[in-house]
């Protein structure tokens, strides 16, 4: 007998959710989807955000933002730790947290390429390796990846280390879920492509080569996150998403 298909998303209502880089753009725009939703929500930034983000600011959703250096792992620990001790366990991870730069190879220094790495890729492995503790436990857990069409193609312009660590974030994203899929865990990658934040500023004259004639909103990102983080898509796994208006089509 066939399941019948439900007329709406569910899952997130009564979820522990946390969310990094969510002081604004992307990760902001995805943290208040989900505490709309009905999650509890943790709002993981380095720096306070530019809105507000206090306890019950979105409905009956319980919200907080907790200030968190992803890339250092005493600061995540102590972060998970604050959320654990507020609401339990996390079941949704939503790993956003991001640096970006433009910069020919031959002028990147170590120092900058670790950095990109220690953000992008270690920041999520950090907060994916605390998180699959409790989730693994609790036999479900969601946990989804901001990768990047540059991690796919090496990118347009001068930016080798933000393609190569993304394409190393959304490998991980995959390790993760073939890892953890007998635990009732999902993981999933997103790539993106020409968002409308301030991290576009440098490349949004690239918005004329998207075919649909225009860069991509943060709410549009969001909305696939709330579905990769649903029961609906329970049995999707590894999957890395392409959401850039036809910029890349594999």
């Not at 492995?125 to 990047?148: D, E, N, P, T, W």
């Amino acid at each position: 007998m066939t399941a019948e298909i439900p007329s709406e998303l569910s899952g997130h209502s009564g979820r522990v959710a946390v969310v990094t880089g969510a002081g604004r753009g992307i990760g902001r725009a995805v943290a208040d989807s989900l505490a709309d939703r009905g999650a509890a929500v943790a709002y993981l930034d380095v720096s306070y955000p530019e809105i507000p983000v206090g306890e019950g600011v979105r409905g009956d959703a319980r919200t907080a933002f907790i200030r968190c250096d992803v890339s250092s792992k005493s600061s995540v620990n102590s972060a998970f730790g604050a959320v654990e001790e507020l609401w339990g366990h996390v079941s949704i991870l939503v790993n956003n947290a991001g640096i970006f730069w433009i910069c020919p190879l031959e002028e990147i220094t170590v120092d900058d390429w670790e950095k990109m790495f220690a953000v992008n890729v270690t920041g999520s492995f950090l907060c994916s390796k605390r998180a699959l503790v409790g989730m693994k436990q609790a036999g479900y857990g969601r946990i989804v990846s901001l990768g990047s069409t540059a991690g796919k193609t090496g990118g347009s312009k001068s930016m080798a280390a933000y393609a190569a660590s993304k394409a190393a974030l959304m490998a991980l994203s995959k390790s993760i879920a073939t890892e953890y899929a007998p635990h009732g865990i999902t993981s999933n990658a997103l790539a993106p492509a020409l968002i409308n934040t301030a991290m576009a500023d440098g490349i949004a004259d690239l918005a004329d080569r998207i075919p649909v004639g225009r860069l991509g909103e943060p709410w549009e990102i969001a909305s696939a996150v709330l579905f990769l983080t649903s029961e609906q898509a329970a049995f999707i796994t590894g999957a890395v998403l392409n959401i850039n208006g036809g910029f890349l089509i594999d």
